[in-house]
């Protein structure tokens, strides 16, 4: 999600800001196109993170070490990824049949994953190539 971070006791356009659209000077206040949450609403802003969320896969992955492809760290429970059958030590080659160099790039083409498609992933798994179906 962007977001933007301003301190209104150094930016007065900021504070300006804020003020005409909550009322509030000097609150914790988070705000998108659609409402302004002035401090902290637990599930006001759980909405709103929903909102901006993209969907994923649920994996925690870093650059593999030792050659192309995207280390999984771990794999969030009941998640696409997970119901795929990947799992944590994995190294992903490959997503939707585009090569997977690096963390950034597996990230960026599942960024434009279209959700509920089924599509593949690769891994690499102690020494044997694997192809999973990611459900949706």
């Known amino acids: 999600m962007e977001f933007r971070e301003s301190d209104v ?10 003020v005409r659209r909550t009322g509030q000077p000097g609150v914790p206040v988070i705000v998108d196109a659609q409402e302004a949450i002035v401090g902290f609403d637990l599930p006001r802003l759980q909405r ?19 050659r192309p492809g995207a280390y999984v760290g771990s794999v ?8 795929a059958g990947v799992k944590a030590g994995d190294v992903v080659d490959e997503l939707s049949r585009a090569p997977v160099e690096n963390a950034a790039r597996l990230e960026r ?15 690499r798994r102690g020494g044997e190539r694997r192809t999973l179906i990611v459900p949706d």
């Open 76 to 83: 969030r429970p009941d998640s696409p990824a997970e119901r």
């Open 48 to 66: 709103m993170a929903a909102r901006h969320a993209r969907p994923g896969l649920g994996l925690r992955v870093k650059d593999a070490p030792d």
């Open 9 to 18: 006791s150094q930016d007065q356009e900021a504070a300006r800001e804020v």
């Open 109 to 123: 083409i599942a960024a434009q994953r279209r959700p509920g498609q089924p599509t593949s992933v690769s891994v």
